[in-house]
T-cell receptor
Framework: DTGVSQDPRHKITKRGQNVTFRCDPI?????LYWYRQTLGQGPEFLTY????????KSRLLSDRFSAERPKGSFSTLEIQRTEQGDSAMYLC????????????FGPGTRLTVL | QKEVEQNSGPLSVPEGAIASLNCTYS??????FFWYRQYSGKSPELIMF????GDKEDGRFTAQLNKASQYVSLLIRDSQPSDSATYLC??????????????FGTGTLLAVQP
């Protein structure tokens, strides 16, 4: 499978715990995006990487959230001290820095905070 | 005013009919327009993208863009029960923007009745 992959697919955690998600983009894609989607809403942008550089972070991304993309390959999104409001689907997307803006999404990680 | 607006539905159409899904956007500088399909519990799947005013056809799907009216639509001909899903409209900012992040509407739920 040469698409975007995410791990884990599901995560249940207790409030206050830290969680980390991983995204592996399509191999030649240099742009990587994280989005969050709650029930009944469209995905909301969280952060963006071009290669290893994090170029934009949404105001939605509180200081409990941190993302990295070492060496411009896979990316991780960490949430510290999780809250019930963090329960959502976390989506990763990637594309190539060309004229097209088309982004391809991974299967997502569904987080449930108890 | 939301940046991207869609009627949440549900839009119910009989099998074989044409389904018409609509979307308006607020940023006149938006350059790229996308329709994603999302089945319940799954991640968004790209259906079509359109950059220029007018119609773009791909199989049973036609995307229509009117930048003057800030309006984009998706027509699905010969609707099938398997088309039942939430359809997300997304736009990106002016070309050359730093991130080309996607701004999504809340989605329209389409139900195709057998």
């Amino acid at each position: 499978d040469t698409g975007v992959s995410q791990d884990p697919r599901h995560k249940i955690t207790k409030r206050g715990q830290n969680v980390t998600f991983r995204c592996d983009p399509i191999s030649e894609h240099n742009r990587l995006y994280w989005y969050r989607q709650t029930l009944g809403q469209g995905p909301e942008f969280l952060t963006y990487f071009q290669n290893e550089a994090q170029l934009e972070k949404s105001r939605l991304l509180s200081d409990r959230f941190s993302a990295e993309r070492p060496k411009g390959s896979f990316s991780t999104l960490e949430i510290q001290r999780t809250e019930q409001g963090d329960s959502a689907m976390y989506l990763c997307a990637s594309n190539l820095d060309t004229r097209t803006d088309t982004q391809y999404f991974g299967p997502g990680t569904r987080l449930t905070v108890l | 005013q939301k940046e991207v607006e869609q009627n949440s539905g549900p839009l119910s159409v009989p099998e074989g009919a044409i389904a018409s899904l609509n979307c308006t956007y607020s940023d006149r500088g938006s350059q790229s327009f996308f329709w994603y399909r999302q089945y319940s519990g799954k991640s968004p799947e790209l259906i079509m993208f359109i950059y220029s005013n007018g119609d773009k056809e791909d199989g049973r799907f036609t995307a229509q863009l009117n930048k003057a009216s800030q309006y984009v639509s998706l027509l699905i001909r010969d609707s099938q029960p398997s088309d039942s899903a939430t359809y997300l409209c997304a736009v990106t900012g002016p070309y050359g923007g730093a991130t080309n992040k996607l701004i999504f509407g809340t989605g329209t739920l389409l139900a195709v009745q057998p």
